[in-house]
């Protein structure tokens, strides 16, 4: 049982025990409380045809009611017989409740910037779906430059509206700002499921703008703050508030796998010896860290390594970060968007007062900006899906036409970074397929950006290398012993071809090698 008392912004509620928990008003503006409606009534808004801008990155803060009632509504409409599509922007990717809903009346024309979603993932692969995959720098400068057309309408979910009607932000912030600032009309998501305790958590930056008006960003430490604790929007855009109480998508991490350990143990080994040859110092540098169980792993091991006061750059904060805070291996962390696991988000909740002094959570322009990665010498730690033996990396497609996911922030990362690593095993389907190939099907990130590259055989530091001698430190350290071979031979027939001897290939035989793997799974 859910009680909304909307005139007052109180939600009571019965617990599994039959408890009666009442939570805290969260709207304490009055103009926007008068606003408070349903999500139907509040879908209802959303008309055919406009793009809209929702909350969310990486399962974090998207909208939880809205986006399940608008897809209900489109379900109506078709049952009708009438078409009934809208393009649909996010700060990453989002769950089930958001692009799974849509994906699955058929109701997105198009997507961007980044997703995860199965449902959506198979339109897009159907070609029923559009979708733009774009560095997540990009995307703010690109919707204020029109390159994806006018922005109708803003679903974004926030902690809590203070008195004067100042947004909380919530457990992300990705491009919630520009959605704000660009859209004609703004829908509110209150969700009491969100802690109070995140208040003060957040900076949110103002001043980005286009050439020729841009400033240096004044930042010098992953620490400093150089905006606001708040989102800012004009009450008289807000065309509805809707409150809820419900929690993120929480994604259980697997404990580390033994290809897992073994990348990290790599990985660590090179950080020390970078540190005795005097190019990391003691407490290395801002680290960036991709999400999924390799990252975790990483994570894991620098808790447990030699590296002391640490900090972390990134877009994302995960469970591993979380235990590094927790321990003081970690000083501080900015990110975007937390992804965290069920306990993890428990432990957020219980300890949101410490955590609040040493996490920030930044707009996805200001945590991915390539000026600031730059200057702040990110050491980027992402996951791929294959790479070939000189060095590119393919992040985003099976077999090269297939989409998985997207680019995200990898690049923004991997291009501007003071060291750029690259993590995968060295075989995938069951050791069926290798994952270091003589050229990768879909390029992401190019030889020039990747310079680390690690798999539980090994790892290959490109750093001052020519393409011929990248090709066999790369076989020779990452391959897999059962396709190892196999690479080499590849590599000696391409250089005996006396064709293009700069990057030697044999461009036939290399495309064949995916379409082997397409057919049989197997060389």
Not at 443 to 469: F, K, N, S, W, Y
């Amino acid at each position: 049982m859910v009680l909304l008392l909307a005139n007052f912004g109180i939600i009571i509620s019965e617990s599994k025990t039959g408890v009666i928990v009442i939570t805290a008003p969260r709207i304490l503006c009055p103009q926007l409380r008068e606003r408070i409606m349903s999500a139907k009534e509040a879908a209802a808004l959303i008309p055919s045809g406009v793009n809209v801008g929702m909350s969310g990155f990486t399962g974090a803060g998207y909208p939880k009611a809205v986006p399940q009632a608008l897809a209900e509504h489109i379900r109506e409409h078709r049952d009708r017989g009438e078409n009934y599509r809208i393009s649909v922007w996010t700060g990453a990717s989002t769950a089930p409740e958001l692009d799974g809903a849509l994906a699955e009346v058929d109701g997105i024309e198009m997507r961007l910037p980044y997703q995860s979603d199965p449902v959506c993932r198979q339109k897009i692969n159907e070609g029923r779906m559009e979708y733009i995959d774009i560095h997540l720098s990009h995307v703010a400068q690109h919707a204020w430059s029109g390159f994806f057309g006018k922005l109708d309408v803003a679903v974004i979910e926030v902690a809590g509206v203070t008195e004067d009607g100042k947004l909380i932000p919530s457990s992300s912030i990705g491009n919630n700002k520009t959605w704000i600032d660009q859209a004609d009309k703004v829908i509110l998501e209150v969700n009491h499921g969100q802690s109070s305790g995140l208040e003060g958590m957040h900076d949110v930056y103002y001043g980005t703008a286009l050439p020729p008006r841009r400033k240096p960003i004044q930042m010098t430490a992953p620490d400093d703050r150089i905006g606001e604790k708040y989102l800012l929007c004009p009450p008289e855009k807000v065309i509805a508030v809707v409150e809820t109480n419900a929690q993120d998508r929480n994604s259980r991490f697997s404990d580390p796998d033994e290809n897992s350990r073994r990348i990290a143990q790599h990985l660590l080994k090179f950080f020390e010896m970078e540190v005795e040859d005097n190019r990391l110092p003691q407490n290395l540098l801002p680290l960036q860290s991709g999400v999924g169980n390799i990252a975790n792993a990483v994570l894991a091991g620098l808790n447990d390594g030699p590296f002391e006061n640490l900090t972390a750059y990134t877009e994302v904060l995960q469970d591993g970060m979380l235990d590094m805070l927790k321990s003081g291996k970690l000083r501080m962390a900015s990110a975007t968007a937390f992804s965290l696991s069920p306990e993890a988000n428990r432990e957020l909740a219980r300890n949101i007062d410490f955590y609040r002094e040493r996490i920030i959570l930044r707009t996805q322009e200001i945590s991915n900006h390539p000026e600031v990665i730059r200057r702040l010498g990110i050491i980027a730690m992402n996951g791929m899906i294959e790479a070939d033996i000189y060095g590119n990396v393919n992040s985003t497609h099976v077999m090269g036409s297939r989409i998985m996911n997207g680019i995200g922030g990898s690049g923004d990362f991997a291009r501007n970074g003071y060291i750029s690593v690259f993590m995968t095993p060295s075989t995938a389907k069951g050791g069926a397929i290798s994952t270091i190939v003589p050229m990768v099907s879909h390029v992401d990130h190019t030889e020039h950006d990747v310079q680390i590259v690690v798999t539980e055989q090994g790892l290959a530091d490109l750093r001052g290398l020519a393409p011929r001698q990248r090709a066999l430190k790369i076989v020779e350290n990452c391959a897999h012993p059962d396709f190892k071979p196999k690479l080499l031979d590849y590599f000696e027939r391409a250089c005996a071809s006396g064709r293009g001897m700069h990057t030697p290939h044999l461009l036939g035989e290399a495309l064949s090698w995916h379409q082997r793997f397409e057919e049989t799974g197997q060389m």
